[in-house]
């Protein structure tokens, strides 16, 4: 498995399984099939209502705790100093850990950005209190990390964004690297819910990126993967297919060439599928996250 070296010089895995939108009782079998296929970077989050399952799956695994990265994040109902702190307990007990490898804030809250910069300095304290390897932030855009950079000590390690050949963001990802954050991928390939305007294809039906997998008898997921992977990017595709899961990790054995890559930047659309940053507020996403 390839490895990126995070700011703070702990080893993430490159590659891990997303379990967003995975029901709790098919994220057990997600998430052993992934242990099985070699996978050792498991990402969750308080509001996905999976944790505990996620938890479980490693448990019951023959793979040691200490060889499985773990990463989850912080829902927006619980920013602010205390609150947060009261989110990592809440989420290290569901998974059953005592040290969580990479604890994320999930989105900007930008009507009240005093609550996430609260929440960023209780992650600091976490990491301080070795109650967390790492941390870092998601969906965050330029404006949010100047903000945020601004007010805190520890840069984040990490920024979890939309990243797809569809939707490249490339100002986000190179303020991040300029500034030794790594941008992760979610939904890195796109998904079929990503459509080119005027058509009805997705990623995985774009006619360069499949005559690419052609080329290297591979899927274009497997392309798709290997594209990010090769420009330094963390992915975390979903499955919760045995089989998809198993696809999506064999990626290590071809090469993408230059010219390769370029094709596939020059499929960006602009378009973005999730919502908008400056659209999340409590008053429209914020839910409880129950207790453990």
């Known amino acids: 498995m390839q490895t990126i070296t995070l700011n703070n010089g702990v080893e993430m895995p490159a590659l891990g399984l997303g379990v967003f939108q995975t029901p709790p009782d098919e994220t057990r079998s997600a998430v052993s099939a992934a242990l099985d296929a070699g996978y050792r970077h498991i990402d969750t989050a308080a509001a996905y209502g999976n944790e505990l399952e996620v938890g479980e799956a490693v448990r019951d695994s023959d793979v040691a705790r200490e060889q ?41 809250l930008p009507s009240e950005f005093d609550k996430t ?95 690419i997998a052609e080329a290297h008898s591979k899927s274009p997921a497997q392309v798709m993967l290997r ?30 060439s230059t010219d390769q890559l370029a094709a596939i930047d020059g499929l960006d659309t602009g378009k973005r599928g999730g919502p908008e940053p400056e659209a999340i507020t409590l008053e429209a996403f914020g839910r409880p996250i129950p207790e453990a």
């Open 68 to 108: 499985v990265f773990l990463e989850t994040k912080i829902w927006i109902s619980d920013y602010g100093y205390d609150q947060t702190l009261h989110g990592f307990d809440k989420s290290a007990a569901k998974l059953g850990v005592d040290q969580i490898d990479l604890l994320i804030l999930h989105q900007a």
């Open 117 to 211: 910069i609260a929440a960023y300095k209780a992650l600091e304290q976490l990491l301080a209190d070795g109650k967390v390897r790492a941390i870092g932030v998601s969906n965050f855009m330029v404006d949010h990390l100047t903000r945020l950079l601004g007010e805190v000590s520890v840069v984040p390690s990490v920024n979890q964004i939309e990243v797809h050949p569809y939707f490249q963001q490339r100002e986000v990802q190179a303020f991040g690297a300029e500034r030794g954050i790594v941008t992760q991928a979610w939904s890195p390939i796109g998904g079929i819910t990503f459509y080119r305007d005027g058509e009805h294809t997705s990623t995985l039906a774009d006619p360069t990126i499949v005559g």
């Open 227 to 256: 594209w990010h992977l090769q420009q330094g990017r963390s992915v975390i595709p979903k499955s919760t297919k045995a089989h998809r899961i198993a696809e999506n990790i064999d990626v290590f054995d071809f090469e993408l």
